[in-house]
C-alpha cells in the first residue's frame, strides 16, 4: 500500500500519491516553529488557531505537503507559490501553470495526512479512521449517516457479517463520496445520497449520480492499514462545479488525453516524514 521515501510515478513528477503519518512525528515546541518557518509568512497564523496540538500538527503537516508538491511539481520557490481556497473550500494555484488541469487535494483522519495531483484530470482525495463509537453501536452510528446513503448501499452495509464490518463497510462508502465531492470542488452542500457506489469485493467500483452511471470518473480504495482507509476519485473535468472550473486553463485538453489520464491505474502511496517535506524546500 505504501512505499518510503520519495518514488516517480509513471505519471511523472506532476501526478503523487503521498502520505504522511503523523501519529510518528513528536517534535519539540522548537521543531514544530522550524518546520512552521518553511511555510510563506501568510499561511503560518491559521496553524495556531487550533487549540489541541494533534489538530496543529495536521494543519501544519497539510500546509506543509501542498507548498513541497507545488514546489516538486512544478518547480517553484516556496515563497512564490500562492495557494487560495474556492467558496467550497477547494485548495487551487492562484497562477496560470502550463499544466492546463493541475489539481491536487489534501485529506487527513486519524494518524494521516494526504495529498494527491494530477496534470489533467480533476483527483480527489479522501482519508477516513474506522474508529469504533463510543457511546453507541456501530448500527446506531451508521443510523446517524442514512440519509447520506441509498438504499443499496444501507442494504450492502447492514448486511455485513458482524458489527466491526458494518462499521468497516460504511467508512469504504463515505470514503469514496468525500473523494467524489473533493474532486468536483462542491464542498459539504452537496447531497452525498445522489451518489450510489456499485463494486465487486470493491474493485472495479463504479458511481451512479441521480441513477445515471458517471462512465467518466474512475475509484480506487485503499487500505494504509488495519484503522485507515483512503480513496481516490479521479474523473472529467467538465464535472468541476463552476467556481473550481474557473481556476483552471481554458487550453482545451484532447479526450483521448483525458480518457488516459483518468484511466491510468493506481500506484502505491509514497510515505514520507515531516523531515522529507522540509528537505523539498531546500
Known sequence: MMEEG????????????????????????????????VLPPHDRPAIHRFVREEDRKRALVSRLLKYSLVHHAL????????????????????????????????????????????????????IVCISKPQRETALEFI?????????????????????????????RYWCLKEAFVKATGAGVGFGLQRLEFHHMNWTNISLCIDGEEARKWMFWLFKIDEMHLASIAKGHPEDAIDSFRRTL??????????????????????????????????
Open 75 to 126: 518547480g517553484m520557490p516556496f515563497h512564490q507559490i500562492r495557494i487560495n481556497r474556492t467558496l467550497e473550500g477547494k485548495p487551487y494555484l492562484n497562477k496560470n501553470v502550463n499544466l492546463p488541469g493541475f489539481n491536487f487535494n489534501t485529506s487527513h483522519q486519524g494518524e494521516y495526512v494526504g495529498i494527491a495531483s494530477e496534470p489533467l484530470c480533476l483527483v480527489g482525495l479522501d
Open 6 to 37: 520519495e518514488k516517480q510515478s509513471s505519471g511523472g513528477r506532476w501526478r503523487c500519491r503521498w502520505l504522511v503519518d503523523v501519529g510518528r512525528w513528536r517534535p519539540s515546541p522548537a521543531e514544530f516553529q522550524a518546520a512552521a518557518a
Open 249 to 282: 486553463s481554458d487550453v482545451v485538453i484532447q479526450e483521448g488525453e483525458l480518457h488516459t489520464a483518468i484511466e491510468i491505474p493506481e500506484e502505491a502511496f509514497t510515505l514520507l516524514t515531516v523531515e522529507h517535506l522540509i528537505q523539498l524546500h531546500d
Open 143 to 171: 443510523n446517524n449517516f442514512t440519509s447520506y446513503l441509498t438504499d443499496h448501499e444501507w442494504n450492502c452495509i447492514v448486511t455485513a457479517d458482524s458489527h466491526d464490518g458494518m462499521l468497516t463497510e460504511f467508512y
